[in-house]
């Protein structure tokens, strides 16, 4: 597969790998060699430019992005947070998880108390117009 941000600078050129069912993968190597990239393209936060990316021999593409996001886990570097509820970013993998699942998640994470002490809780928007330290971020 290939991919790139924009036209005049591949990110990913001729890439392939297999990564087996159940099986626990680390891209690890230098700051910039398209590490968070690759893992981007998995769940289609972005779609390849040239060949494809196959679960179980079927193309990411053919399957909704709902539906990859409640079969992958995926960790990145960097902490994404849509600019909406609290609860939404939580339960984004799973739009229809109960509140009680979404607390649980919270708690997992430890990060329920502090999303109490938020003036609208789990219905504080977040993303652009509010900000949170680096810390308090990796863990929401």
């Given at each position: 597969m290939s991919f790139q941000y924009h036209p005049e600078r591949p990110t990913l050129i001729?890439?392939?790998?297999?990564?087996?069912?159940?099986?626990?993968?680390?891209?690890?190597?230098p700051s910039g060699a398209g590490k968070t990239t690759a893992a981007s393209l998995l769940p289609r936060f972005y779609d390849v430019e040239q060949g494809a990316v196959e679960i179980d021999g079927h193309d990411v593409r053919s399957v909704t992005q709902e539906s990859l996001l409640q079969h992958i886990g995926l960790v990145t570097q960097e902490t994404y947070l849509l600019n909406t509820t609290i609860r939404e970013n939580i339960a984004y993998g799973q739009p229809d998880a109960t509140d009680e699942e979404v607390f649980a998640a919270a708690q997992a994470a430890q990060i329920h108390e502090r999303i109490l002490q938020l003036p609208n809780g789990y219905e504080t928007v977040v993303g652009h117009a509010v900000t949170f330290s680096l810390a308090a971020r990796s863990s929401a």
């Open positions: 001729d890439v392939d790998f297999a990564i087996q069912p159940g099986q626990l993968v680390a891209l690890v190597g």
